[in-house]
């Protein structure tokens, strides 16, 4: 709907697992962004992309590690995650980054570590 | 870094009545004030946006209003519909966007 996918929508997975999201965009833009969504908390921002390159990392643990091969596509690796990583990741993208870009969001993954 | 902070948390309404949700932010130099609608199951949709050199946006039954003196900034929906029913998030871009923790709106019919 957004002309932003995300997959896969659900994923349950173990603390000694690895699983990686993954989120296109159909819009031509040339950023895109990973948030975390917990119940009625603001949106965290995890990560940014610009033109392929990271210009932000909002302090994030290491177990968290995205990848932007190219301006439409958008990974984030999962290993050894905790219980309270269980969340909802969103994926969204805007024309670029920084300013004052509407941002589409994905649908999102809904994760949960056991 | 930008602080928002948005109220209420939730708010329940008649069907046909107005709905109000007031945000504050703490970074003079946000510039970029959008409101978010998000449903069940969906991911945060763009309903409006306000920049900084603009005090009020109407877009049919949705408005927005800014003072960037008091830095607040809030929603206001008319007339509300089942429809509306849904979690709203205000946002404030400085250079990045810091989004509110949200207002769960229920409309009652």
């Known amino acids: ?114 | 870094g930008e602080n928002v902070e948005q109220h209420p948390s939730t708010l329940s309404v008649q069907e046909g009545d107005s709905a109000v949700i007031k945000c504050t932010y703490s970074d003079s130099a946000s510039n970029y004030f959008p409101w978010y609608k998000q449903e069940l199951g969906k991911g945060p949709q763009l309903i409006i946006d306000i920049r900084s050199n603009v005090g009020e946006k109407k877009d049919q039954r949705i408005a927005v209003t800014l003072n960037k003196t008091a830095k607040h900034f809030s929603l206001h929906i008319t007339e509300t519909q089942p429809e509306d029913s849904a979690v709203y998030f205000c946002a404030a871009d400085d250079y990045k966007l810091s989004f509110g923790a949200g207002t769960t709106v229920t409309v009652r019919a």
């Open chain 1, 1 to 114: 709907e957004t002309g932003v996918t995300q997959t896969p929508r659900h994923l349950v997975m173990g603390m000694t697992n690895k699983k990686s999201l993954k989120c296109e965009q159909h819009l031509g833009h040339n950023a895109m962004y990973w948030y975390k969504q917990s119940a009625k908390k603001p949106l965290e921002l995890m990560f940014v992309y610009n033109f392929k390159e990271q210009t932000e990392n909002n302090s994030v643990p290491s177990r968290f590690s995205p990848e932007c091969p190219n301006s439409s596509h958008l990974f984030l690796h999962l290993h050894t995650l905790q219980p309270e990583d269980s969340a909802l990741y969103l994926c969204a993208s805007s024309q670029a980054a920084p300013g004052d870009n509407e941002q589409f969001f994905g649908p999102g993954t809904r994760l949960t570590v056991l």
